[in-house]
């Protein structure tokens, strides 16, 4: 199965309200990341989080990591309706070298 | 270029068939990835090259697939005797770290395989 899932695979909001991810995994990691994909586009880069911190912070995003419960959140604080794309997390393994990606959330956001 | 290239953007061919994609990578970046995703799915690892290490294929769905990466630069993933299931995105990516640092990604080869 898939290291990253994210939760939940869906999400509807207004424009204005706060959208929240989730993401578990399942190995000991050296850095969660968090990445965009709008439609049939490739995959931006959003937030690096490493293994031995807690919380970062990139202008309306918020992301947490919760090693001992080996899980992340995404938060978007007052969503645009650009907001509107995929979003993926990603684990930097500590026995592999490459990025395991999860299933993603669709986020919409209707404005 | 700025940022990482793929070519075609997209393919349609018929089963049975071989096909090249190829990935020029942000210049400078030792790190380049192969992945693919399926409509609506997430991206599913093919093979990772790192300098001149040897490639982690461990991601290759068979043999029919393979790749290489041709001075450290341009990478061509192959895939022979293509077949349905094998209609997907492919995504490149790369990245100056060694592992798994932030990775910039192309904008996809879509293969359609009738």
């Known amino acids: 199965s898939q290291q990253g899932e994210e939760d939940p695979q869906a999400l509807s909001i207004q424009e204005g309200e706060n959208a929240t991810m989730n993401c578990s995994y399942k190995t000991s990691i050296n850095n969660l990341q968090w990445y965009r994909q709008n439609s049939g586009r490739g995959l931006v880069h959003l937030i690096l989080?490493?293994?031995?911190?807690r919380e970062k912070h990139s202008g309306r995003l918020r992301v947490t990591l919760d090693t001992s419960k080996k899980s992340s959140s995404l938060l978007i604080t007052a969503s645009r309706a650009a907001d509107t794309a995929s979003y993926f997390c990603?684990?930097?393994?500590?026995?592999?070298?490459?990025?395991?990606f999860g299933s993603g959330t669709r986020l919409q956001v209707q404005p | 270029g700025a940022g990482v290239s793929q070519s075609p953007s997209n393919k349609v061919t018929e089963k049975g068939k071989d096909v090249e994609l190829r990935c020029d990578p942000i210049?400078?970046?030792?790190?380049l990835y192969w992945y693919r995703q399926s409509l609506g799915q997430g991206l599913e690892f093919l093979i990772y090259?790192?300098?001149?290490?040897?490639?982690?294929k461990s991601g290759l769905p068979s043999d029919r697939f393979s790749a290489e990466r041709t001075g450290g630069s341009v990478s061509t993933l192959t895939i022979q005797r293509t077949q349905q299931e094998d209609s997907a995105v492919y995504l490149c990516?790369?990245?100056?770290?060694?592992?798994?640092?932030?990775?910039?990604f192309g904008e996809g080869s879509r293969l359609t395989v009738l």
């Open positions: 210049s400078g970046h030792t790190a």
């Open positions: 090259f790192q300098g001149n290490s040897a490639p982690d």
């Open positions: 989080i490493r293994s031995n911190e």
């Open positions: 990603a684990t930097g393994d500590t026995g592999r070298r490459a990025l395991t």
């Open positions: 990516a790369s990245s100056q770290d060694r592992g798994t640092g932030e990775l910039f």
